[in-house]
């Protein structure tokens, strides 16, 4: 064991379970196949309770001990915490007795669930002794590293395609670090990323850091069950784009169970895609535990990945949970952003109206049973994704400053309210 | 009959590089002899580190080491024949 391990015992091949120290390093040389980290459950049980989380600050770090760090964090300290909300209103429009949402569109300081990952990733950093952080990314991942960096005082290269839209890249850019535009298919791009993470001693939060960023999703399913008064959900709906978020989901659940902060649990777990990228949901659909690599087209951005790295791993899990696949088209996707913000007041990004189109379809076709419950995983802001529904979220009606004209265009309403 | 040798490019200056790629090969090409053909083509050296075959889809997992413009123009020619190549960490890019 490492020195400083602090709950960790090691990292650990996913397919020959070889033990590797605990350094910056994600792939079993003997293999190739993704470590991922091991902990001291028998010491953790002594440490971790519900009275000692609840006597903690309101973050994610509150289940510390589950959290790859060996000391105390020290990147993103008030990140987590959002809110779990009953959204009866929007249970009743989907046709399901009970429905929560896990808002991480409020996640803090980005607005995506990417903020969990990226403060362990980085917090591990600092203790692995890197002083500059990487990552490749289209979006949210980069938004969020490039924050967490400037607060946490380290250097950040962000490389992006370079025909990302302008908000985008801005996003990034006014927090100070190093942002790369590269010129050049996904393909190259994520190559020359690759050779990048390889030669050069940075931290590359989702490359060389892979086993600790990926860990930090943990957070997200170990709230959903203290915010349900320590209970696990039947069912939960989670967006797939690597797979990663939905096995580390079910792995908290897990570990919950097995530390005894909930009561043992059937829960399913279902994933969701949008059908221009859904390499995961059609391989489950077919009852396949492979899946065909695809070229993505959607406008859910940051789910678009052909090649999803966790994807066998995800199969795996719907199968031993019973859970299913969905996905849906762009249309169906911006008609569950408009849902969601029209029943509970949640403006979602593409990858909220992935969750919610595919959970009406779970509820309608029984996967869901009507008289049960669920929980719906909302991982990013719908700021972020204004393109995709712009010309789609109905329109305004102008009037001169005129009250005539205002009474004019109330009596032209169908349901225009009575006046008093 | 002999594949014919392809242009590699000049490679006197460049290091070494070693790298590791997940290729996937569509249905068309699994019977192929691919990876014989490529190290007659370009002057790289492979391992296979792990594979599956079934009748939809084959999944190598190769090692290519050589002088980085050889082993440059091998992973282009593998993608023109229709292979999809990716680093052993797929999805470097996230969202």
New interface residues.
Partial sequence: MEKHAGFMKALKCRECGREYPLTANHVCEFDFGPLEVVYDYDRIRHSLTRASIQARPKSMWRFRELLPVAGEPTVGLEVGCTPLLKADRLARRLGIRELWIKNDAVNYPTLSFKDRVVSVALSRAKELGFTTVACASTGNLANSVAANAAAAGLNAYVFIPSDLEQSKVVNSLIYGGHVIGIKGHYDEVNRLCAEIAGKYPWAFVNVNMRPYYAEGSKSMGLEIVEQLGWRIPAHTVVCMASGSLLTKIYKSYQEAMKLGLAPEARPRIHGAQATGCSPISTAQKAGMDFFKPVKPNTIAKSLAIGTPADGFYALRVMKDTGGSAEDVSDDEIRDGIKLLAECEGIFAETAGGVTVGVARKLIASGAIPADDSAVLCITGNGLKTLDAVVGHAGYTREIRPSLREFEALLDAEEHAPARA | MPPKKSKTPAASAAPPTH??L?L?YPPKLITNPVIWELARKFPVVTNV??A?V?D??G?V?LEIGGERPHVKAA?KWL?KIGI????????????
Wanted: glycine share 0%; with cysteine; hydrophobic share 40%.
């Fill in positions: 790298t590791r997940w996937m580190r792990q599956s079934t939809e889809i999944i997992c992973i993608e999809k190549v990716e680093p052993v960490e797929i999805s470097v890019i996230e969202s």
